[in-house]
Every structure is written in C-alpha cells, then in structure tokens.
C-alpha cells in the first residue's frame, strides 16, 4: 500500500477558524500551535493501555489519564483538549492513547471532540488494543485473517517499521510462551483493507496461509494517524517490552520528557573467599546459618586462575566488563595471583575485608538464626568501630594490590548492617557512622527485601537483583537437588516453603531432574526474569557469587542468555548499558527525584515548531528524548541511543530551549473529517508473568 502522511499546515487565520476562536486571538507572528509535551490516556482498565501508562513512567514522560469505568471523570470536550495561552492555540496533549479505535457510544461527543482535535493539531492516535475491521483500516480477521492465539509465534518488523518507529530492532518480535496450559497473547491478523491507507510495521504469519497480518500499523484517514494494535500484552510481557519504545517513539514524533535505555550489570560477590556448598543429604548448607552448628562437614566452592582466565575470555567475546565484588581476607595464593594480575579487566568493589555480618551480633544455635540481646532486652549491634575496620582494611587491601576502587562504594556481607526482616527489622544503628567515617556514599541493597532507594547515614542504597543462581552450588545437579528442596511440597519430599509461603513462592508441580532441571527448566526461567529486567529499562544490577563462575560455571548460561537474547533482537545504536554501582545510584536518583517532580506537576514542556520549552524545579535534572542534531543552547543535547538523543540536564528553575533540527517533522496541523463509529474488542486476557520468588533461607547471601 502507499504510504503518504499528509503535513498541509493551516495558515494562522485557518488555524484559529478551525478552532472556533476570535479572530486577533493569535499574535501575528505565531505561525505553529503550542504543543504541550504531555499523553492523554484514556483507559477502560484494561492491560494495554496500563501497559503504555507503565512504559511512559518508567521513561518519566507526563501523561493525564481518564478512567472510563470512574463515575466523575472529566468529560472530553474541545475546551478539555485545547485553548489560547498567549494568544497562540495550545494544544494540550501531543498525543492519545485509546483502550481500542472508538471506545465510546455510537454518537458519542467525546469521540468527535478527539476526532477533531487529532485533525487539527496533527495529533496522532494510539489504539491499544482493538479488534481489526475496516474502521481501523484493516479487513476483518474472517476475511482471510485469523483470529486466537499467537504463543510462541515470531512476528517480524517490516521494512517500514524498521525504517520507522521500530528501527531500534532487528526484525524477531517473538511472542512468549512460558506454559502450555495459560493462553498468554490473543491476537487478531488481518491484512489492510481495500483502499486503506495502510502501512504494517509489525506482522505475524496467518496460520494455514501464505501471507502475513498485521500485529502493529499505522493507518491514515479523514486527516488523522492511528497506530493501530490487534493483540492484547500486559507490561512485563517480552513482546511489549520489545515495541514500547517504537510506540512512544510513533506517538511523539521522537521528541517527549523522559528517556529510557536498556541496561544490564553483573556483581559477582565473595571474590577471593570461598563460599559454602550445599548438603544434598542434610539439605542445608554446612558452615552456614541453616545448618544447625556442627552438622556436616564444610566442603567450600572457590575459584581457580582457570576460571579467571575462562571469565576474562568471557568478557572480550561478549563486550562485557564484570564487577568483582572482593573480600581481601585470606587471598595470598595463586587465584589472587591471577585475578590481580587481571585486575584492569574488571571493574572492583569493596565488599569487607572478612564479610562479617554487620548488623546485630547473631545467635546462630538456632535456626533461622536470631539476634542476641543485652540484660535488659535491647538488641546487641556490632559496633561502629568493627564495621569501620572491615571497611578501611579491605579498602587498604584493595589499593595495595592496585584494584581500579571506587572509595565511595560498599557492599555489606549478605548486605548485613541493613534491615533484615523478621530477624532484624531496622537497621544497626552504627552503620550510618561508620560509612561516614569511610566516605561510603553508595551501599548496595538486596532488592527481594529492600527495593526502594534511601538513605542509610551519607550513603544512598542501591538495589540488586538477587539471580537465582545458588551461591552455594559449584555443580547443576547441587544446583538443581536445592532447586527441589524450596520449590516442591512436603509431599514430594521438599521443604514446604512454596506451600507456607503461597503468596511469594510458587511451586513446582513435580520435581526437576538433577540431571537436566539446570539447563531445561532454571536457566530459561531465570534467562527470562533477567531479561525481563533489562527490557523494562531497570539499570539495577543483578548479583552472583565466585562459586557461580568456579566448577560447573553455572552463572554462564544464564549471562549468555541475556546477553546473546538481548543482541539477536537489538541493533548496535541500542546497545546494553554496563554501569559501575555509582554511576547506577546516581541515575536511580535522578529518576526518582525527576518522576516526583512529574508526578507533583512541577515539570512543563511544549514545543512550538522546532523550539522545545522546559521548566523544571531548581536541583532537578531535567530529562528528554529528542531527535538527534538538537541543540540546547547552541551546544549539542544528549547522547545518542536507539536513533535518538537523550541525557541529563541540570535545571536552575528557568526554563531551557532546546533546538530540534529543520529535519525533524513538526507537529502538523491538518484539517479533515469526523470520526467514525463505535468498536467493541473482545475483553483482553491479562496475564501475571511467570516467575519463582527467592527463598529467604540461604540462597542468596552474598
């Protein structure tokens, strides 16, 4: 079909007829709209529309969302959508998101108001998930199509989209399929109606057919774009994850607040130490906290110059810089021979000098262990000076072997010293000190327990995503026996923790082979669950242990997984983001202070032709996605990413200008028909993602 997008811009004295203002209202230079840079969402509270909602605050893009199931809601009307600051028409939304092509009644205002707005402004429409018929400029799915489910179906990015919205990808849009008894993504598959102006970015095969329909397109009618979606996602499914980006990108014209990149890290823990291995008879962990004292006998997991040499080969083939998070205590031999002399193809972490738990002084007679308490019934704390001592010789240690250190940085033993619920539910008090006396402004946090960043004394936490990947397994059937063990009920001859714990924890319905459960069932899953992270444009790193890359290797296939899955779909201008902890807190910061001035309506922008306003609070970094060649100020804006530009910028409290190229389309006022009738699409069929919890008990100290 062909693709025309229509940009007639309306003179001034046509603009402000089509608005229905007084003429003179406009100032005699203003020869473009006012666009604000703010979505309007209009949800029937559905997934889809949640979906785009989630994507925009991840990003930290302002939008207005209208609840159509809310008695009370604001009615959508010309004056809702549009008026005059200035004396220059504004349009007040760059863009719309609908739950399907026209969710109102036959006749509806509302609908007629949105329809002229988008004519007007040159605003386009997103349809998040609507039935394909000719109204949304495809055939209807009997016509050829297909109707149902698409599980495990690789759709492809056409060359349109790739040259589109979508050119971040490859082309492989796979569909998940992570069980054979949940219908996970039910699509409709048409091709463009007769006549439409129609354009597939997104397309899948129709089943018993040659040809292919249309998942994702754009059509244009009556003066308006709609970017129309024919199958339903909710926000943690990897098919969305993959398109979010291109439908901000469509629906903004590549110029919106906000910004999101994809970034992934690694902390491999215990460097230099050994960590404890798991019973498969006792099924505990001798010489750790779930073993009762004196049971077993230790036979610890630790790296040898082999693995360094296999993880430094590692890195160079895939691009990729690990973060060694040491612990200095007993490391004259061979392996710290080798990982020093390696020390420059690392990035390295304190992590203590012994990994001393630092929180309350534990009463480990018992299991699970307890704090000790004084006389009187307080709790007794491991002392600021001890702290600071695990601090200050690990970090002499370090130096002296001539580790690249970042001073600033910490990570706790089992991230101890921080709250630990049920046992020790604040943090020491002496912690807070103690960093201060070190210069530690960024501590890492466990992100199953402790997600949020905050304040512990002058350090601000960052989180980590624990994989599960045991810290106590060199070998995948060792791996697989503790899999077992949490995971299946008493009755299969487990703990019963997924069976206590129901609400956290699933079970599984059978027990995992020793012999193939690693590489069949966790590595997808936990593949997946990293991956998942990295798609949702989350920098918080994940962490492992030395054992994890000793004996077996078994971080590798799941590091590969992400890594190799991440490039298949990916182009290079979207690379993976690999930052060192800092540099993660600092940009977990930002967001956090940039999407509470959003969220409290302290942030505006709009644009005008090939000007960007922003107005953000003083302190606040302001962030923004612009297409690439923009300026601010006269000095280039932002660093490239997925065929964009986008970056920090410290805010005054005055307004910045930024200069998009003459390149770059403006939003285009057109002029152009009604609406069209009401649809009604099939009641989407969410889904929660797949996923296993991590077990509180031994699995995941660090």
Known sequence: MKRTIRTTALTVGALVAALGLPAGA??????????????????DGGPATDAIAAELDTAGTPYTKIDLTQSGRPVIDAAFLADTVDGRPRAKYQAVVLPNDNPFPAGSAEMTALASYEQTYGVPQVDAYTYARPEAGLQYPTAGGYSGSIDGVQAEVTAAGKAGPFGY????????????????SYAYLAQPAPGADFTPYVEAPIPGGSTSG?????????????????????????????LARGIVEWMTGGVHLGATRNYFAVHVDDVFAADDRWDTQLNCTPGDVDCPVGEGTPDPIRMTPADVDYATAWEQQHGFTLDLVYNGAGSVDLLADKLIADRSKFRWVNHTYTHAFLGCQQ???????????????????????????????NRVWGQSAGLPLQNDELVTGEHSGLRISPQQPADNPNLGPALADNGVTWIASDNSRDPAQRQVGPATTVSRYPMNVFYNAGHASEQVDEYNWIYTSRAQGGSGI??????????????LDTATGY????VPLETRIALGHVLAGDPKPHFIHQSNLAEDRLAYPVLNGVLDGYHALFTDDAPLVNLRMKDIGVELKRRAAWQTAVQAGQVSAYRIGGTVTVTAPSGVAVTATLPAGTTLNGAAFGTSYA???????????????????????APAAVHGGAGHGPVTAPAPRTRVPSGVSRPAAGTTAS
């Open 363 to 393: 009463d480990v007679t018992v299991v699970p262990w307890k704090c000790d308490t004084n006389a009187d019934g307080s709790t007794k704390w491991v002392s600021r000076q001890d702290i600071s001592d695990e601090i200050a010789l």
């Open 26 to 43: 406009a100032h005699a230079d203003a020869t473009a709209p006012r666009v604000d840079l703010r979505t309007l969402i209009v949800s």
């Open 169 to 184: 990808l490859k082309g492989a849009v796979p569909f998940e399929d992570n069980s054979p008894t949940v219908g996970e």
């Open 498 to 511: 997924c069976e206590d714990n129901p609400a956290t924890t699933t079970c599984l319905p059978a027990p």
């Open 519 to 522: 590489s069949g069932h966790i």
């Open 643 to 665: 065929g964009a530009v986008s970056g920090w910028t410290p805010s005054a409290g005055q307004p910045l200008t930024l200069t998009v190229p003459s390149s770059a389309p």
């Open 214 to 242: 249309s998942l994702v397109g754009e059509y244009r009618h009556d003066g308006r774009r709609e970017l129309v979606v024919t199958f339903v996602y909710n926000q943690y499914q990897e098919q969305f994850r993959l």
